[in-house]
T-cell receptor, first 116, second 116 residues
Framework: DGGITQSPKYLFRKEGQNVTLSCEQN?????MYWYRQDPGQGLRLIYY???????QKGDIAEGYSVSREKKESFPLTVTSAQKNPTAFYLC???????????????FGPGTRLTVT | AQKVTQAQTEISVVEKEDVTLDCVYE???????LFWYKQPPSGELVFLIR??????QNEISGRYSWNFQKSTSSFNFTITASQVVDSAVYFC?????????????FGAGTRLAVHP
């Protein structure tokens, strides 16, 4: 079955440590995204990548880093510079091209990160 | 500025009641897409519908229906004969045509609780 995998579902870290969240997709999508969700709020875009070896900052990129070495993978690193890292992180992907369906983003199950 | 407002933070209904979730958006673009996503307790966002700004026809899919009114910048979502399984957070989102990258601007979400 095609889809997006995020692991682990729950992640706990001590303050000051970097942590990397994984995101893998087998939908053959070119574009991938990382969002952050805080309680009672909508999703906010952290980073996105339209193609391998290229990525752009979203609205709240400070304290985060990404890489896109393979089409299927878009890992997110939450660095110690991120002031409030505890949140729910969602990865998404979308198809390429200019057709209407390319605007649909498909989401993974998310990773809930808790930093103490 | 582009913005999506979901004024209803939480809605509570009894099973079999009809319920409407409001969505108001702001954009200066003439071409854009609107979306509704469902986020069940498991956390994954599930795509429900995409609507092109040029298509103002209402849409019905089973118990779900959507009312798009460009004149009032609204894209409301109605669930008929609600069921407990409809309990979730529902997000409305706007996708403006930004340089070929499919940005999604989310509202804060409406939490729907359907009680037996």
């Amino acid at each position: 079955d095609g889809g997006i995998t995020q692991s682990p579902k729950y992640l706990f870290r001590k303050e000051g440590q970097n942590v990397t969240l994984s995101c893998e997709q087998n939908l053959n999508h070119d574009a991938m995204y990382w969002y952050r969700q805080d309680p009672g709020q909508g999703l906010r875009l952290i980073y996105y990548s339209q193609i391998v070896n290229d990525f752009q900052k979203g609205d709240i990129a400070e304290g985060y880093s990404v890489s896109r070495e393979k089409k299927e993978s878009f890992p997110l690193t939450v660095t110690s510079a991120q002031k409030n890292p505890t949140a729910f992180y969602l990865c998404a992907s979308s198809g390429s091209g200019s057709g209407a369906s390319s605007y649909e983003q498909y989401f993974g199950p998310g990773t809930r990160l808790t930093v103490t | 500025a582009q913005k999506v407002t979901q004024a209803q933070t939480e809605i509570s209904v009894v099973e079999k009641e009809d319920v409407t979730l409001d969505c108001v958006y702001e954009t200066r673009d003439t071409t854009y897409y609107l979306f509704w996503y469902k986020q069940p307790p498991s956390g994954e966002l599930v795509f429900l519908i995409r609507r092109n700004s040029f298509d103002e026809q209402n849409e019905i899919s089973g118990r779900y229906s959507w009312n798009f009114q460009k004149s009032t910048s609204s894209f409301n979502f109605t669930i008929t004969a609600s069921q407990v399984v409809d309990s979730a957070v529902y997000f409305c989102a706007l996708s403006p045509p930004v340089g070929g990258y499919n940005k999604l601007i989310f509202g804060a979400g409406t939490r729907l609780a359907v009680h037996p």
